[in-house]
């Protein structure tokens, strides 16, 4: 039998290209994760560049005393003439210092991997003489993309976690800070009552970095299920970070967390729970039914939920329905949007993304793929590593309706009369859970919104004739 060409392809298509292509560099996670662990300090090894970089990413965020600061290497730094050791310690205890922070995050850069600055040899004997934990991610553009910072910092955050439960009841207390926050307000007989309410289950931490609101959101949700959730990684402080036993669950909230799983797998010996991400009311919902699945319990009411939650997105929809659209990829959240906004009625040539672990992302991607059957879509190819000059290419190509891209591509797409949506917002958006899959489409159906409101001016196209070279 032979393949004709137009045949719709029955597994996902992964390719591979040559890493050409614009990301934020994964450094830019101090932005957030200051603002989330409210007790840390962001120290980032590395130079001007990387100042630059973050001063001009972080926009206003940078008038507001930020718990971050670049120690920049200087030539004495670079050609050894100045003692590693030293400099850190110096710069260290004027943090300690100033802001006296539980917790101070090394951020290794290019420029210290290069030189080989030995980071993690140099943090216990310092924490030791400093008395501050110093946690050492190693966050550079050599090896990373944007969101991955991320993952490298909790990952390093892991070895953190206290091994068991403590034995003090002050601290106990402390360590339990989302069930303080869910039973806020209420008495001792009511509280216990709460507590009645949970299934009895093996314990289940959470990993990803959310704001708060977002958090109190999942813990709910699973709460109507009766599933506990023990703690999550990271927390609001860092003297608060979950207890991690052997044996314990875990589950992750975001598609680019695969180091932060193998290390809670491999090292601290929890158990993974492999499912598509709680983005999109779809993806919420086998969130909830793979981690009840796992924990051994019925879910209940999931369908009327997801259901109720379509309806009320209807009027976002009707603007999407039929329309294309193309990721470029930069920020490793692209499958489970695409997946969301096909399940809206969108069809997607192709997916760009910086890096694929088809492990971690197993449960996503055949959620993809089955979301792709039941629209009657063609499944899109997987672009990993893309090259954004020959993806400038095929989007000329394929006139897609929304390109979803950086910032570098987007005004001049844009110019060519092609819809674009800056990726980077779906990274600060609040898009996890079901009540906030109409931010996503808010964010995604705005350029349409805003083109068609100027179309009558007829001025879509606005670059001069191609120059001929
Ligand atoms: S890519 Fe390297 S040099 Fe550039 S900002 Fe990131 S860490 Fe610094």
């Given at each position: 039998m032979t393949i004709t060409p137009n045949q719709t392809p029955s597994a996902l298509n992964f390719e591979c290209e040559t890493g050409n292509y614009h990301t934020f560099c994964p450094i830019s996670c101090v932005a957030w994760l200051y603002q989330k662990i409210e007790d840390s300090f962001f120290l980032v090894i590395g130079t001007k560049t990387c100042g630059y970089f973050l001063q001009n990413a972080m926009g206003v965020m940078?008038?507001?005393?930020?718990?971050?600061?670049?120690?920049?290497?200087?030539?004495?730094?670079?050609?050894?003439?100045?003692?590693?050791?030293e400099e850190l310690k110096r710069l260290c205890l004027q943090i300690k210092r100033d802001r006296n922070p539980s917790v101070i995050v090394w951020i290794g850069t290019c420029t210290t991997e290069i030189i080989k600055m030995d980071l993690e040899g140099l943090a216990p004997k310092l924490e030791a003489e400093i008395g501050i934990p110093i946690v050492t991610a190693r966050a550079n553009g050599l090896d990373y993309a944007f969101t991955q910072g991320e993952d490298t910092v909790l990952a390093a955050m892991a070895h953190k976690c206290p091994k068991e439960a403590p034995k003090?009841?002050?601290?106990?207390?402390?360590?339990?800070?989302?069930?303080?926050?869910?039973?806020?307000?209420?008495?001792?007989?009511?509280?216990?009552?709460?507590?009645?309410?949970?299934?009895?289950?093996?314990?289940?931490?959470?990993?990803?970095?959310?704001?708060?609101?977002?958090?109190?959101?999942?813990?709910?949700?699973?709460?109507?299920?009766?599933i506990k959730v023990a703690g999550w990684l990271p927390s609001k402080r860092f003297t608060e970070l979950p207890v991690i036993e052997e044996g314990y669950y875990t589950c992750g909230v975001n598609p680019f967390l695969s180091r932060t799983a193998t290390t809670l797998m491999r090292r601290r010996k929890t158990k993974l729970i492999g499912a598509p991400f709680p983005i999109g009311p779809d993806g919420t919902r086998a969130w909830i039914e793979k981690i009840c699945s796992v924990l051994n319990i019925e879910p209940q009411g999931l369908e009327e939920r997801e259901a109720q939650i379509w309806e009320n997105l209807e009027d976002y929809i009707k603007l999407i329905r039929g329309k294309s659209v193309f990721f470029m990829g930069d920020n490793l959240l692209e499958v489970s949007l695409a997946r969301f906004l096909i399940r809206c009625g969108m069809t997607c040539p192709e997916i760009g993304i910086p890096y694929m672990d088809k492990r971690y992302q197993k449960a996503e991607l055949e959620l993809l793929e089955k979301t792709c059957n039941e629209m009657g879509v063609a499944l899109p190819n997987i672009v990993e590593k893309p090259d954004n000059y020959n993806q400038l290419q095929r989007i000329k190509e394929l006139q897609p309706d929304l390109v979803i891209t950086g910032m570098a591509h987007a005004n001049p797409l844009e110019a060519r009369g092609i819809n674009t949506k800056w990726s980077v917002e779906f990274t600060f958006a609040q898009i996890h859970g079901f009540t906030n899959a109409r931010d996503i489409l808010e964010l995604a159906t705005r350029p349409m919104r805003r083109n068609n409101n100027l179309k009558e001016l007829g001025w879509e196209k606005l670059v001069k004739e191609e120059a001929q070279v």
């Open positions: 940078i008038f507001a005393e930020p718990r971050y600061a670049m120690a920049e290497l200087e030539e004495g730094d670079i050609s050894a003439k100045l003692s590693d050791y003090a009841e002050a601290e106990k207390e402390e360590r339990n800070a989302i069930s303080k926050l869910m039973n806020f307000g209420k008495k001792k007989e009511e509280v216990k009552q709460t507590e009645a309410e949970y299934k009895d289950h093996t314990p289940l931490v959470l990993f990803g970095s959310l704001p708060d609101p977002v958090v109190t959101n999942l813990t709910l949700e699973l709460k109507k299920q009766g």
